[in-house]
């Protein structure tokens, strides 16, 4: 039996002015599923994931989380949908005005609505644990490196255990090893919390790491999508370029 | 030319009205932040309170020095702690300390919540539920509306300080004397106008800030951007405030 579709993507367009971004993508991801979506820059693939995460709103097309329409929904429905959702930005986008402990609460006292510092406490250092960051709970976010940081973002998405998780280039500007280590740690995380992810990247040893399905983005349209191995050894030699 | 630059202006008052709806909308709406109002309420207050002391005092002194000479020649001095008390508190103290908020607070507000829009910190509050413009923009604004009042009563006290300075360094006068000859000339239609002012005064400070912040472009550039127009912009509303509330609780008490 096929697993429930949880996002369902029918001719995507956004344009910003007279530029069209995304030319009428379509897809699928299925519950548990990790799809990675590589493409150049500027081909879209941010767009996507903000698109999914009701940040930005589409000009066509219809985009369903959960099998609802993310525009039709009102502004409590949104806030419940995103609750159900993580996302994981490309710079972390840590509250630096916060230490890692009220990074982490911020979300648990909002979005959960947990009032118990005994329940916040434990959450945190448990999920700190699980990304490998338990001393650096009363440091400040400019006192954490680059590989840090992403952990540190990586366990603000995972604390709220969300049933999908959008990660928006998770490795870029890490340095090889650190990117494999984040990279087996979205695999890792993904397999602990039983999430769905879809993962944003332009880092091949990412994708070959954590994907089950591969998705191929260029100028604004989904040209190819496969298992790894099946795009890696594709007849398209522009394909096959991607992975080089 | 002329019609972008008027279509601008339209698309930039739409955004505005849309931004002070979302925050009145947002004041009443479940889950305010208390604990992030009190915050602000101390780095807005407190922390502008060395600067805001240093200007009343001053401000106090100079009026103080530069009335003497004309006062003396009317024989008028005795005249001076009225005259003292009744310029800072009606006008001089609220529109000083509203520019000098206007240059510390609302600058601070707008590169901080523009460099949190670079930083996607606001999207990524946004996208887990939470309410950012709740826990950023209604506490902040709220803040400035509380402590700017309170900063200009302050500074005021302290203006009167630093003309009885003045006033003793220069001639014999008790505390006594000068502080009754300095209050007793006042009453409420110089106290209310101003703390109406002033609240005015913090709302602009705060709105501009939040406004300049969160509606900045992306890019590091705009941060500063930012931070400057906050400035520019709340200084001009502060004296456009004043010269509304003058012309209408002029014509309210005086007609």
Redesign the interface.
């Known amino acids: 039996m096929e697993a429930e579709k949880v996002i369902e993507v029918k001719n995507l367009v956004k344009s910003f002015g007279t530029r069209e971004i995304l030319s009428g993508i379509s897809f699928n991801v299925h519950r548990g599923e990790n799809v990675v979506i590589l493409g150049k820059s500027g081909t879209g693939k941010s767009v996507t994931i903000?698109c999914i995460?009701?940040?930005l709103k589409q000009d066509e097309g219809s985009l369903k989380v959960f099998g609802e329409d993310v525009n039709e929904l009102d502004e409590d429905a949104l806030?419940?949908l995103?609750?159900r959702?993580g996302?994981l930005?490309?710079?972390a986008?840590?509250?630096?005005?916060m230490t890692v402990r009220e990074n982490l609460a911020?979300?648990l006292k909002?979005?959960l609505k947990i009032k118990d510092k005994a329940e916040i406490e434990s959450r945190c250092i448990e999920v700190l644990r699980s990304v490998g960051l338990e001393d650096a709970i009363d440091k400040m976010p400019a006192d954490l490196s680059g590989g840090m940081r992403k952990r540190m973002g990586l366990a603000?998405t995972l604390i709220?255990k969300p049933e999908i998780i959008l990660y928006d280039e998770p490795t870029t500007g890490l340095d090889t090893i650190t990117s494999k280590e984040i990279s087996s740690l979205v695999l890792e995380m993904q397999e602990q919390y039983d999430a769905t992810s879809v993962i944003i990247t332009h880092d091949i040893p990412c994708a070959k790491i954590t994907a089950d399905r591969v998705m191929i983005l260029h100028e604004g349209k989904c040209i190819a999508e496969g298992t790894y191995a099946e795009l890696e050894n594709s007849d398209n030699e522009f394909i096959r370029s991607f992975f080089k | 030319m002329p019609n972008q630059i008027f279509t601008a202006g339209l698309h930039n008052m739409a955004d505005q009205v849309y931004f002070f709806k979302s925050f009145f909308r947002n004041i009443f709406k479940k889950g305010f932040e208390w604990e992030e109002l009190f915050r602000q309420t101390y780095l807005i207050g407190y922390k502008s309170i060395g600067i805001i002391t240093l200007t009343g005092f001053i401000l106090g002194i100079v009026l103080t020095l530069q009335s003497q000479p004309t006062m003396k020649e009317f024989g008028a001095e005795s005249y001076i702690p009225r005259m003292v008390s009744v310029s800072v508190i009606r006008e001089i103290g609220p529109v000083i300390i509203a520019l000098i908020c206007a240059g510390k607070v609302a600058s601070g507000i707008g590169a901080e919540l523009s460099s949190m829009n670079v930083t996607e910190q606001i999207e990524a509050m946004e996208v887990s539920g939470a309410n950012p413009v709740q826990f950023l923009v209604v506490t902040r604004i709220l803040a400035c509306i509380v402590m700017i009042p309170l900063l200009t009563i302050f500074a005021d006290a302290m203006a009167l300080v630093g003309g009885f300075t003045a006033t003793v360094l220069s001639g014999d006068i008790t505390a006594k004397l000068y502080f009754t000859n300095a209050l007793t000339i006042l009453d409420y239609s110089d106290l209310l106008p101003a703390l109406f002012k002033t609240i005015l005064f913090g709302f602009a400070i705060g709105f501009v800030g939040c406004f300049k912040g969160f509606t900045s472009n992306n890019g590091t550039a705009s941060v500063g951007l930012a931070a400057n127009s906050a400035v520019v912009t709340a200084s001009v509303w502060i004296i456009i405030i004043d010269a509304i509330v003058v012309q209408v609780t002029n014509s309210i008490l005086y007609s």
């Open positions: 903000k995460a009701g940040l806030k419940a995103r609750c959702l996302f930005f490309q710079s986008a840590l509250y630096d005005s911020f979300p909002r979005v603000r709220v």
